[in-house]
């Protein structure tokens, strides 16, 4: 017994390849996005109450936008753990070929079958296209990951509207290769560099506009959150290779964890109170670094944490939730809105969120969870996952070594 407890009181044994509470942040991050979405159609009022307990979802549930760039700082810091290896353990550096496919397969399959339905199902024979212009650039900005850059293929597009996310992942998948090798030689320039780009960009360019709507959310206005995510990438990597398990240091890491999360609490708490469209804006863009580094802190130090802290972010469970969360993303606000367009549950109001209009609240907001969790998981190990096995057999001879966050 007592030796079952010490090991509980000491991190995983993982390795650097996989970090045990990414999956759980990943789950957590698209779903707390996801509920947000779902908030918006049904307004329903996220308190829990048992007794004497009560339970005050509002803040992340109203602010479940600022999410995102917590799955934008999950990727930098996955894409950046290989680069951080060959600067602490002087493993070789990626080759560029690996991982332009890889970083293909993960993300195209998916992407391009949402834009095939959406077009075809929806946009083209319900005629939403008012003038020719409009389809081609919000189609081929779309193809091209350049549709976050129009009118027309952000605010204005008729395919899906989460997918502007992809369009800043793919942008950064493309100089991340450069930038991480820019980090490896110089780490503190490389950070402070991307980190000025960024300031400057969203404080001095994009702050000044009236309407901040088509660029506050662009590539630039992100390059903290990524490098945020190889800075604690590197400390995660510096922790495993350097650190000797100790169960006090376990405790202080998970207690440091709970605190970052706290302050990502927080933050969405200050986010919740501001009113006015540019209002939002901005505390987006405030609040953007302070999030990003408590995310990363979490992340670096939940690989020294305890294991059964561990275990609450790497279950069966949050495995399976992050396994489908890239297409529980694409595809869980159009769902939402096929739902409550097909009366399916059924209302009698003819707005029933503002009615109020319970159990239909309550009722649609778990259908939609259901069925986004369901689609999520049939088009995941039923198109993603076998055409990324066709691709990896086709276009990749090295095989898997180890465990790794994909």
Not at 252 to 264: D, F, H
């Amino acid at each position: 017994m007592r030796e079952k407890l010490r090991r509980l009181c000491l991190p995983g044994s993982y390795g650097e390849r996989y970090v045990p509470v990414a999956d759980g942040l990943r789950a957590l991050s698209v779903f707390v996005v996801a509920w947000f979405h779902i908030w918006q159609q049904s307004w329903l009022n996220p308190v829990l109450e048992a007794g004497p307990v009560r339970l005050d979802f509002n803040p992340p549930v109203r602010t479940g936008y600022m999410m995102v760039d917590m799955m934008l700082l999950l990727s930098g810091f996955l894409l950046f753990l290989p680069y951080a290896r060959a600067r602490v353990g002087g493993e070789p550096l990626p080759a560029l070929r690996p991982y332009f496919i890889k970083r293909a397969l993960r993300i195209l399959p998916s992407y391009w079958l949402c834009i095939l339905v959406m077009l075809l199902v929806y946009a083209l024979p319900g005629r939403q296209y008012p003038s020719m212009r409009h389809f081609l650039l919000d189609f081929f900005g779309h193809l091209t990951f350049t549709h976050n850059l129009t009118f027309e293929g952000y605010i204005g597009t008729r395919l899906n509207g989460v997918l502007w996310t992809l369009a800043v992942e793919v942008q950064f998948y493309l100089i991340a290769p450069l930038i991480g090798r820019a980090f490896v030689k110089k780490p503190f320039l490389t950070y402070a560099a991307m980190l000025a780009v960024a300031f400057m960009y969203r404080f001095v360019y994009v702050a000044g506009m009236q309407d901040t709507a088509l660029y506050f959310n662009r590539l630039p206005a992100m390059l903290d959150v990524y490098a945020n995510g190889m800075l604690f990438a590197w400390l995660y990597t510096l922790l495993q290779k350097r650190m000797k398990p100790r169960w006090w240091t376990a405790l202080s890491a998970a207690g440091l964890c709970v605190a970052a999360l706290a302050g990502i609490w927080l933050l969405m708490e200050l986010q919740s109170h501001r009113s006015g469209t540019e209002g939002v804006r901005m505390g987006q863009m405030l609040y953007r670094f302070p999030l990003s580094a408590l995310g990363g802190l979490f992340l670096a130090l939940g690989g020294q944490a305890p294991l059964w802290f561990q275990w609450l972010w790497n279950n069966r469970i949050m495995r399976f939730l992050s396994a489908i969360s890239y297409n529980a993303y694409i595809w869980h606000s159009h769902l939402a809105l096929r739902l409550r367009a097909w009366h399916i549950p059924s209302y009698t109001s003819e707005m029933p969120q503002s009615a109020g209009e319970m159990p239909w609240q309550l009722h649609y907001t778990l259908l939609c969870f259901a069925v986004a969790v369901a689609a999520a998981a049939l088009l995941t190990f039923c198109w993603e996952r076998p055409l990324n096995r066709l691709g990896a057999n086709l276009f990749l001879k090295e095989g898997r070594h180890g465990r790794k966050n994909q």
